[in-house]
């Protein structure tokens, strides 16, 4: 219990080394626990060490196969690699051992599923079938905690929106925001408040978003100068993802700066997957405020890293078409559309 907590310390201070460390200390005493390879995999994933990682996650699953933990891990190389077929088949048959996990952990593992299906652009419906009869679902469950429903839930509508499916995603927000109105649920999470905020200032909730804005200055103000320090930029992303809402691009450019990334933002207690959407965000927000030079160099970029990611090549397709490159964007174009048809088409 005392190196969860110290894990769960490194992740929100965003120090997966420190916590690979913790974790390495007591590893030579616990070999035969699955839950210390879930444990072990975990900072091998943020600090990007991928093969590693599913060794130790494969350890945990050989000895105990319902290891949530490294179910978890598992399907975040799947995800990382663009294995996204493996990914949701492998969650989707471990998902009948989810009865036990808190309401975070089941909506989380659901999550990843249907980000999955939506990074390996599989019919939306697919993914809206996951949204309803396996995340929001769990709001029926009488021991439920909403706000870790909702964490998941926003970081998935975030990314529908990002990819241009802006109708389905304010459809799913509509019976919601009575709820993310409601200031009992701000301040679990630091990515909740920042999920919040997108989904009030894209509804137009403008009060609300600006009440929560400034309760999220306030906190920050009366920390001490060292956590201000680090949290100003949590206070800068905030401001970035509300006036995203607004569809203020150029706003969001100016106050990001030009060397945003989303991976430097792991104080919001975020894992990679979880801050990618902010990267995502980034690249639409270049490409609508004319700084499509520099989304063409982070795009290249990360596809060198991702290449199987259709969305990563639409947005580059996108950058060469205004930039007036018809050629670039051909084959960027039919690339995507290749990775489409490798999945679930």
Not at 45 to 70: H, P, Q, T, V, Y
Not at 89 to 115: D, G, K, L, Q, R
């Amino acid at each position: 219990m005392s190196l969860k907590r110290a894990q769960l310390l490194c992740f929100y201070v965003g120090r997966p080394d420190t916590s690979l460390k913790f974790v390495q200390q007591v590893l030579p005493e616990n070999q035969d626990r699955n839950y210390i390879y879930g444990m072990l995999a975990f900072p091998l994933l943020e600090l990007g060490r991928m093969d590693e990682a599913e060794i130790a996650a494969r350890k945990g699953l050989a000895i105990n196969k319902n290891d949530f933990w490294s179910q978890h891990n598992m399907c975040h190389v799947f995800q990382q690699e663009c294995r996204f077929r493996e990914a949701t088949e492998f969650m989707e048959s471990c998902s009948p051992s989810w009865t036990s996990c808190s309401s975070f952990m089941f909506t989380h593992n659901w999550w990843h599923v249907a980000v999955c299906y939506l990074e390996a652009e599989a019919p939306i419906s697919k993914v809206m079938e996951v949204y309803d009869q396996n995340i929001m679902k769990e709001l029926d469950r009488s021991d439920c905690e909403p706000a870790e429903v909702y964490v998941n839930a926003l970081g998935l509508l975030l990314r529908l929106y990002v990819r241009g499916e802006i109708g389905p995603a304010k459809e799913k927000l509509t019976p919601l925001l009575d709820e993310l109105k409601n200031e009992s649920i701000w301040h679990a999470e630091w990515l909740l408040d920042l999920l919040i905020l997108w989904a009030l200032s894209s509804m137009n909730e403008i009060k609300a978003a600006e009440n929560l804005l400034d309760s999220l200055r306030s906190r920050v103000s009366s920390m001490d100068t060292k956590r201000q320090q680090v949290m100003h930029k949590a206070i800068q992303l905030a401001d970035a993802v509300y006036k995203y809402g607004k569809g203020e691009h150029k706003a969001v450019f100016d106050t990001l700066g030009p060397d945003f990334d989303g991976l430097s933002y792991k104080m919001i207690g975020a894992s990679d997957e979880q801050v990618d959407v902010f990267n995502e965000v980034w690249y639409t927000v270049l490409i609508n405020a004319g700084e499509t030079s520099t989304a063409i160099e982070l795009l290249v970029k990360q596809i060198s890293k991702r290449q199987g990611a259709p969305f990563l090549w639409r947005l580059l397709e996108k950058a060469y078409a205004v930039e007036g490159r018809g050629a670039d964007a051909s084959v960027a174009a039919e690339k995507a559309n290749a990775l489409q048809a490798a999945q679930f088409h």
